[in-house]
T-cell receptor, first 112, second 115 residues
Framework: AQTVTQSQPEMSVQEAETVTLSCTYD???????LFWYKQPPSRQMILVIR????KQQNATENRFSVNFQKAAKSFSLKISDSQLGDAAMYFC?????????WGAGTKLIIKP | EAQVTQNPRYLITVTGKKLTVTCSQN?????MSWYRQDPGLGLRQIYY???????DKGDVPEGYKVSRKEKRNFPLILESPSPNQTSLYFC??????????????FGPGTRLTVL
């Protein structure tokens, strides 16, 4: 069965600095998708970034980028120029066969 | 405004009292799904539906029922709630019959407490 592991329950970063959130997954499939979702205190789930497994190029969305290492089954999220509004829970998710498997989440704290 | 709505947003109930959490989307999405979120466990899928009258179990379907009679609605039914179903519930939808290739849009969540 597929699993998603986020080994950092909590991370903190100084405002304007860069932080990387880790995610590893386990699968025997070759075709799948990976996602990072953000959940601020409002509880709303917001898609941050998406990566197709067959694409070697790492996805980027403004200040957010991923480091996708398919062989290592690693999918980390880098947030550059951290802002106070980035404070949230971040969830990594693996998608295949009409299901999303989620990690336990990483709480990101931004220090002003 | 494109959105997924859930009702109620908060609910406190007692063991055994049947309840329904409604979910509705106005984006004409084929795919809809229910998740529960518990601390330290992330989100776990309860049921999903790829289209009208097509539903399937997720990872934690025990104690829940769903129906998809209309494309826009996907209610979650707890026939006999128990305290271990106390959780935060999310409904989500996607515009393709596979949620994997498109962004899932989430509702605001329903905080359920079963006493």
């Amino acid at each position: 069965a597929q699993t998603v592991t986020q080994s950092q329950p909590e991370m903190s970063v100084q405002e304007a600095e860069t932080v990387t959130l880790s995610c590893t997954y386990d699968t025997s499939e070759s075709d799948y998708y990976l996602f990072w979702y953000k959940q601020p205190p409002s509880r709303q789930m917001i898609l941050v970034i998406r990566q197709e497994a067959y694409k070697q190029q790492n996805a980027t969305e403004n200040r957010f980028s991923v480091n996708f290492q398919k062989a290592a089954k690693s999918f980390s999220l880098k947030i550059s120029d951290s802002q106070l509004g980035d404070a949230a829970m971040y969830f990594c998710a693996y998608g295949s066969n009409y299901q999303l498997i989620w990690g336990a989440g990483t709480k990101l704290i931004i220090k002003p | 405004e494109a959105q997924v709505t859930q009702n109620p947003r908060y609910l406190i109930t007692v063991t055994g009292k049947k309840l329904t959490v409604t979910c509705s989307q106005n984006m004409n999405h084929e795919y809809m799904s229910w998740y529960r979120q518990d601390p330290g466990l992330g989100l776990r899928q309860i049921y999903y539906s790829m289209n009208v009258e097509v539903t399937d179990k997720g990872d934690v379907p025990e104690g829940y029922k769903v129906s998809r009679k209309e494309k826009r609605n996907f209610p979650l039914i707890l026939e006999s709630p128990s305290p271990n179903q106390t959780s935060l519930y999310f409904c989500a939808s996607s515009k393709h019959d596979s949620a994997l290739y498109n962004e899932q849009f989430f509702g605001p969540g329903t905080r359920l407490t079963v006493l």
